[in-house]
T-cell receptor, first 111, second 114 residues
């Protein structure tokens, strides 16, 4: 079993819909949680960064962390075709430690 | 800043040949990471450096893989000899000392070993 699990998708939604993505993990020592967006044939880019449990909002994006359930989520409101990409969750045990990535979920937003 | 620069962007080689991938991190970043991405295994950390010193190479799959960072602005990942199962996209990423978890990725090198 992988340390970080993520549904590969693809997840297809109409423009304007809410996109809901999630990851589960097994390592209770993870404290830092991130979401990266990766466009086709590009490198991943950091989207959201959260420490420990709770919610964080940035524009149309909301990240949630539930450490008790070992579950993190990313919500994209008012989705746009430009949001079509692969979304990878990543986490680390402490600042300065290496990241462990999920396999990524491919999202397609149809106009 | 130009971001993380990787070369070449594409590499096609034959089994048994030596392959060298290159990376120039963002100026001022103290950490440099090499990753490999495949459909089957996702994004895997191979090795990372702090101030040019290798810190963790536990992700390097075999002795055929080696990485160096001779100075703060340059790193190489070498595969010798290459095998078809090494075919993947190899990413280099860098981060600042204080914000290691905020990694900036390069565009990647797509390697195909025939």
């Amino acid at each position: 079993q992988k340390e970080v699990e993520q549904d590969p998708g693809p997840l297809s939604v109409p423009e304007g819909a809410i996109v809901s993505l999630n990851c589960t993990y097994s390592n209770s020592a993870f404290q830092y949680f991130m979401w990266y967006r990766q466009y086709s044939r590009k490198g991943p880019e950091l989207l959201m960064y959260t420490y420990s449990s709770g919610n964080k909002e940035d524009g149309r994006f909301t990240a949630q962390v539930d450490k008790s359930s070992k579950y993190i989520s990313l919500f994209i409101r008012d989705s746009q075709p430009s949001d079509s990409a692969t979304y990878l969750c990543a986490m680390s045990e402490a600042a300065g430690n290496k990241l462990t990535f999920g396999g990524g979920t491919r999202v397609l937003v149809k106009p | 800043d130009a971001g993380v620069i990787q070369s070449p962007r594409h590499e096609v080689t034959e089994m048994g040949q030596e392959v060298t991938l290159r990376c120039k991190p963002i100026s001022g970043h103290d950490y440099l990471f090499w990753y490999r991405q495949t459909m089957m295994r996702g994004l895997e950390l191979l090795i990372y450096f702090n101030n040019n010193v290798p810190i963790d190479d536990s992700g390097m799959p075999e002795d055929r893989f080696s990485a160096k960072m001779p100075n703060a602005s340059f790193s190489t990942l070498k595969i010798q000899p290459s095998e078809p199962r090494d075919s993947a996209v190899y990413f280099c990423a860098s981060s600042q000392r204080i914000h290691q978890d905020t990694q900036y990725f390069g565009p990647g090198t797509r390697l195909t070993v025939l």
